[in-house]
Protein backbone atom coordinates (compact mmCIF):
# COMPACT_ATOMS: atom_id res chain seq x y z
CA UNK A 1 0.00 0.00 0.00
CA UNK A 2 0.96 3.76 -1.05
CA UNK A 3 0.77 6.53 1.04
CA UNK A 4 -2.24 7.83 2.57
CA UNK A 5 -4.30 4.48 2.29
CA UNK A 6 -5.30 1.54 4.85
CA UNK A 7 -7.70 1.24 7.59
CA UNK A 8 -7.35 4.23 10.48
CA UNK A 9 -7.36 3.23 13.86
CA UNK A 10 -10.81 2.44 14.56
CA UNK A 11 -10.26 1.89 18.44
CA UNK A 12 -8.92 5.44 18.64
CA UNK A 13 -11.37 6.87 16.70
CA UNK A 14 -14.99 4.69 17.60
CA UNK A 15 -16.35 5.90 20.66
CA UNK A 16 -15.92 9.57 20.12
CA UNK A 17 -17.45 9.08 17.07
CA UNK A 18 -20.35 7.26 17.90
CA UNK A 19 -20.58 10.02 20.84
CA UNK A 20 -20.68 12.84 18.20
CA UNK A 21 -23.28 11.25 15.74
CA UNK A 22 -25.48 10.33 19.54
CA UNK A 23 -25.55 14.04 19.99
CA UNK A 24 -26.46 14.76 16.53
CA UNK A 25 -23.20 16.89 15.95
CA UNK A 26 -21.78 14.18 13.07
CA UNK A 27 -23.47 12.78 10.69
CA UNK A 28 -21.86 9.80 8.73
CA UNK A 29 -24.54 9.91 5.83
CA UNK A 30 -22.59 13.06 4.52
CA UNK A 31 -19.60 10.75 3.03
CA UNK A 32 -22.66 8.86 0.79
CA UNK A 33 -21.67 9.83 -2.63
CA UNK A 34 -23.36 7.49 -4.61
CA UNK A 35 -26.30 4.88 -3.90
CA UNK A 36 -26.18 2.08 -6.48
CA UNK A 37 -27.87 -1.04 -7.50
CA UNK A 38 -25.80 -3.90 -6.89
CA UNK A 39 -25.16 -4.89 -10.45
CA UNK A 40 -23.39 -1.54 -10.77
CA UNK A 41 -20.84 -2.64 -8.73
CA UNK A 42 -17.74 -3.51 -10.79
CA UNK A 43 -18.17 0.04 -12.18
CA UNK A 44 -18.43 1.94 -8.81
CA UNK A 45 -15.67 -0.07 -7.65
CA UNK A 46 -13.60 0.93 -10.54
CA UNK A 47 -14.24 4.36 -9.72
CA UNK A 48 -13.50 4.36 -6.40
CA UNK A 49 -10.40 2.67 -6.38
CA UNK A 50 -9.08 5.07 -9.54
CA UNK A 51 -10.26 8.28 -6.78
CA UNK A 52 -12.93 9.67 -9.54
CA UNK A 53 -13.86 12.84 -8.13
CA UNK A 54 -16.75 12.70 -6.52
CA UNK A 55 -16.28 8.74 -5.78
CA UNK A 56 -15.94 9.13 -1.60
CA UNK A 57 -18.55 6.18 -0.49
CA UNK A 58 -20.65 4.03 -2.06
CA UNK A 59 -23.52 2.06 -1.44
CA UNK A 60 -24.80 -1.03 -3.13
CA UNK A 61 -28.23 -1.88 -2.73
CA UNK A 62 -29.81 -5.32 -4.66
CA UNK A 63 -33.12 -4.80 -5.90
CA UNK A 64 -33.35 -1.24 -7.00
Known sequence: MGPGTGQCNVK??????????EQNRANPAQI?????PLDQAPDAFKHFDE???????VVLKPGI
Open 32 to 36: ISHRL
Open 51 to 57: RDAGWTK
Open 12 to 21: QYSRRLMKLI
